[in-house]
């Protein structure tokens, strides 16, 4: 059985930086394109970044520039380095990958 287990997210000021993490268990990780989704209460979950297992990237036009997406085979997990962030990335962040989610991390961005 395949678990997405999220991590890392809080309470932080505006302009300042959170790093998530995504661990997978129960599949082969390394072949799978991974991607972290965002959903904001009452709004639909979007897409905010992937990466391929061989190490592309692409971002939301709201976060580039900002956010980086990033994975470790080695270790099965992908991240999210969030920075300079804003009142407006506040969200229920969810890894997908591997056809399974997480259970989603809290980001608040709040002064």
């Known amino acids: 059985q395949v678990q997405l287990v999220e991590s890392g997210g809080g309470l932080v000021q505006p302009g300042g930086s959170l790093r998530l993490s995504c661990v997978v268990s129960g599949s082969i990780f390394s072949v799978y394109t991974m991607y972290w989704y965002r959903q904001a209460p009452g709004k639909q979950r979007d897409l905010v970044a992937s990466i391929t297992g061989g190490g592309s990237t692409d971002y939301a036009d709201s976060v580039k520039g900002r956010f980086t997406i990033s994975r470790d085979n080695a270790k099965r997990t992908v991240y999210l380095q969030m920075n300079s962030l804003k009142p407006e990335d506040t969200s229920v962040y969810y890894c997908?990958?591997?056809?399974?989610w997480g259970q989603g991390t809290q980001v608040t961005v709040s002064s």
């Open positions: 997908f990958g591997v056809r399974s």
